[in-house]
């Protein structure tokens, strides 16, 4: 027998160490062992499953408004949208630089790009557009709030347009010609947020002045059912006739 066996209280001491020391091991496995398995990427399955259902996991038809409505936060300077609802806005009548405090940006089933309303009109636009597709006339949005800088731009456009093909015609009579279908900033019934330019399908989604056209005359026949009325009917002293562009009324 060598020494170290023949040393009776240095293999015990040994033993006994060697005991403590598996004791601990284990131990330490027993609370730290998650931290030792190796985990593929599918472990966040269980964070993946408690995550609110998205629109497309839980659409039927018409994906529920409260689940894909996106609320705009308002600006602190922002009005009332609800104090506005008729106010008398014309080619005399400006709303200077007001914008609505509570814009939403309308589901992509009812709009033909991202477009803000005022989230007074979702309830009955959608029923509108709804009724429509009932009826056999795929509607969409085309056009909805647009603020005073917008439509300053869009004005502008309108005017250079109209200098391309009339460049004989002073800066008053080109901007008196693009006012006849497009309003001057600060007076566009779509700054106030519960306006909308509504087509179809049937014309591409274009906005043609044509009262034959079967949308025009679905929205002449219906748009009031839903609280909505065409703002520039035919022969109206303010400009072209627009059978798309509907003002919320309330
Ligand atoms: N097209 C209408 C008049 C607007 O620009 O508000
Ligand atoms: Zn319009």
Do not use: C
């Not at 964070?47 to 600006?75: C, D, F, G, H, Y």
């Not at 009579?173 to 179809?200: F, R, W």
């Not at 065409?230 to 309330?250: A, D, Q």
Request: hydrophobic residues 35%; without cysteine.
């Amino acid at each position: 027998m060598n020494k170290v066996f023949s040393n009776k209280p240095i293999w015990i001491a040994g033993i006994v160490m060697g005991l403590i020391g598996l004791i601990l091991v284990l131990t330490y496995w027993f609370y730290f062992r998650d931290s030792f398995i190796v985990k593929n990427s599918d472990d966040n399955i269980d964070a993946k499953l408690t995550i609110t259902p998205t629109v497309s996991e839980t659409a039927t038809s018409i994906p529920s408004i409260t689940q894909i409505i996106v609320t705009i936060p308002p600006k602190a300077d922002m009005y009332n949208t609800a104090d506005f609802i008729n106010f008398p806005i014309s080619k005399q009548q400006s709303i200077g630089e007001f914008a609505p405090n509570d814009l939403i940006i309308l589901p992509s089933l009812y709009s033909t790009k991202t477009i803000r309303v005022s989230n007074l009109i979702k309830d009955d636009l959608i029923k509108l557009i709804d009724a429509a597709k009932t009826d056999g006339i795929t509607l969409k949005v085309v056009s909805g709030y647009r603020s005073f800088g917008e439509q300053k731009v869009l004005f502008n456009n309108y005017v250079s347009n109209e200098r391309k093909s009339n460049s004989s015609l002073s800066e008053a009579e080109l901007e008196a010609k693009a006012n006849t279908y497009s309003a001057k900033p600060g007076h566009s019934e779509h700054q106030l947020g519960t306006t909308v330019d509504i087509s179809s399908s049937e014309v591409n989604y274009q906005l043609i002045s044509d009262e034959n056209a079967k949308y025009a005359k679905w929205l002449e026949e219906n748009a009031s059912k839903y609280n909505f009325t065409i703002s520039f009917e035919k022969n109206n002293p303010e400009y072209i006739y627009e059978p798309w562009h509907l003002r919320w009324r309330g």
